[in-house]
């Protein structure tokens, strides 16, 4: 997916700074991780995330990239409901 388009996430007004956490995040990395990439503090990634968190409307990790998942799936025509019967 392309840098600054993440699924499901369209109209959440993050910043690249944010877009760029998220990313890592997806990539299952940890705080500690995140902020030796980005030459930041763990506290500063904790703010980012904190913020993506209250933009996004998701109270974890899990929640955030169950979202994004979400929003991919329905997007490229597979997220239909379970077969029933």
Do not use: Q, W, Y
């Not at 998220?22 to 990439?37: C, D, G, K, Q, V």
């Amino acid at each position: 997916m392309p840098p600054n388009e993440i699924p499901g996430l369209e109209g959440a007004r993050l910043t690249p700074r944010e877009t760029e956490v998220i990313h890592l995040i997806l990539a299952r990395h940890t705080n500690l991780a995140i902020s030796l990439h980005l030459a930041c503090s763990v506290k500063n990634v904790e703010a980012h995330i904190s913020s993506i968190f209250r933009k996004t409307h998701t109270n974890s990790r899990l929640d955030l990239v169950m979202k994004i998942m979400s929003a991919a799936r329905e997007a490229s025509g597979g997220g239909g409901t379970a077969p029933t019967g």
